[in-house]
């Protein structure tokens, strides 16, 4: 067949099958016994709990394509500027109304699912902070990936889908619901029960692919050219610098970091599991409850000869999570809110400090503690590659680039004062901007006039851009709810 952008594909002829009597022997290992295994296995073929899984059992044992990787757009087309300019300090113009912080009441959410007596034959494993423990039938625990073809696909699949998985599936789901995660956290909370479950990477995917598909989620599983696992993803939006390949006109991404290197063709089938059509969804509109590991961190930034402090708490557990992030589009980080502690803490020192000062006055103090009580420093130089943060990340972190620093400055003037303010992106940099009625230099978003405010142009204030952006149109905007 004809190649395309995407990568071609092309009939595949199905992987070598080993003999039955071969692939029992060298896996009886993993079933205690020749003799238990084959009759796990035996079993198998006729006891299927669900006709669907009976159908998909027989399509897996169909011929596979070949599939090419593509490698998905850079976040940015050019490199951010490595060192960012400074305006001299100047005295904030006094314009507009007096802004009152009115700080938001604590929205009642459940604490974090407690430890719980777990059986002893329970599988147990910490989740950001909170043991969790799921009951897993041994027939689970003994499927394995031999041999290493779709054969050995079709023969884990079968064990699995013939093990009494209704339990565990409740408690996912039941878990998930308590702690309010979101699809990436559902994601997350299944790597790491497969991971607990098995010492193999293949076993693990092979066992998420086989619950995340069982919770409606679009997952692909796939072979690499080395003969191990890979997991192709249907995402919501888009994952950027990600291998993916197209499916039947739709973007599958492998999200694990594992094998990479090793997935420029694959091969797979092209129909989903059935009812499996939901794509990975990583909005985060409410934080996930998490255990609570509190640490305190104090920032401060001087200005006209006056020291301005901060001191404000965060989750440690809630970091973690949020590190875990891949590359996804910037309207996720955007819109994602502050914990409320956090929130809290920051909005009472800033009320402290612009009470009763006008619009503009007030706007340009958090501007300049957004500007001025981090450093900067682009994500390779700190990390190794690209990493949007959300707001309470840029918090938490000494150093910071561009968008993180929008981010947070979007996410503090919409929740402190109710203001309308996109993100606004270059082909090399990302800056704000506020539809307030001041002067200044601005830019036009869906025919409406909004003015610059760049928290990355150290002692810039409202309506002043760094200059060789000034004669530039935009990219795209960041919307924010």
Known sequence: MPQNRDGGRKLFNQFGRFSFVTALFLTSVYAGSFAEFKKVQTGSFNSFKDKKDSEFNKYLQQ????????????????????????????????????????????????????????????????????SLGFDVDKKIKNANFYPRTQKGIENFFSVVATSDYDSLLYGIESTCKEMHLNDWGVYLLINRLSYTLFSTPDNE??????????????????????KH????????????????????NRKFYVISKYNKENIAKVYTYKNDYPDATKALDFTLKTLPVLAKKIQTKTVSFKEHGKVYTFSYRYNQNLIDFMKTYPQVEYKVFFNTPLEYETYKDIASDIKKYTENKKASEALDFVLHFVQ??????????????????????????????CEDRAVLYARLVKDLFGIGIVGVQYKDHMSTALHVPMAGESVQVSGQRYVVAD???????????????????????????
């Not at 995917?205 to 080395?226: H, M, P, T």
Request: charged share 30%; hydrophobic share 35%; net charge positive.
């Open 372 to 401: 001025k009580a981090f450093i900067y420093e682009r994500d390779q130089e700190q990390f190794g590659r690209e990493k949007v943060m959300f707001a309470e990340e840029t918090l938490y972190y000494e150093k910071s680039d």
């Open 229 to 248: 696992i890979v997991l192709l993803h249907s995402v919501k939006g888009k994952i950027y610098s990600t291998p993916n390949y197209t499916l039947d």
């Open 63 to 130: 011929q596979w394509e070949e599939y090419s990787a593509y490698i998905s757009t850079p976040l940015y087309k050019k490199k951010k500027p490595k060192t960012v300019p400074a305006l001299h300090q100047k005295k904030v113009r006094s314009v507009g109304p007096n802004l009152v912080i009115k700080i938001k009441p604590f929205a009642e959410k459940k604490s974090a699912p407690q430890e719980k007596k777990i059986k002893a034959d329970n599988t147990v494993f910490e989740f950001f902070g909170t």
């Open 455 to 481: 928290p990355t142009y150290i002692n810039a204030s409202l309506g002043q851009s760094i200059p060789k952006y000034r004669s530039v149109i935009p990219e795209s905007f960041v919307y924010i709810k």
């Open 205 to 226: 995917k092979l066992l998420s692919w086989f619950l995340l598909n069982k919770l409606g989620y679009r997952v692909r599983v796939a072979l690499g050219a080395d």
